[in-house]
């Protein structure tokens, strides 16, 4: 299933990073086994944190966010 914007429009995975890219899927695929029709934002989210090598969980950190809280909840 592609991945859509609320508009219905199809997201193009290739302007996106290979990190952005693999967290999409990763989050897409939890929805699928969650049988659920959406990625949500919170999933993308953890995901995001959750990336080996990725940037996010570091930068919420450095701005002060309690990231074992965020995985969490």
């Known amino acids: 299933m592609p991945l859509t914007t609320h508009s219905g429009e199809v ?3 290739d302007k996106f ?3 952005a890219q693999e967290a999409l899927q ?3 695929s939890r929805t699928e086994a969650d ?3 959406e990625v949500t934002v919170e999933q993308l989210l953890l995901v995001l944190i959750g990336q080996d090598g990725g940037i996010v969980g570091p930068v919420l950190q450095r ?4 990231v074992k809280l965020l995985k969490g909840q």
Do not use: C, P, V
């Not at 701005?63 to 309690?66: D, L, P, Q």
């Open 11 to 13: 997201m193009r995975l």
């Open 17 to 19: 990073t290979i990190k």
């Open 26 to 28: 990763e989050a897409q």
């Open 35 to 37: 049988e659920r029709q």
């Open 63 to 66: 701005i002060g966010a309690n």
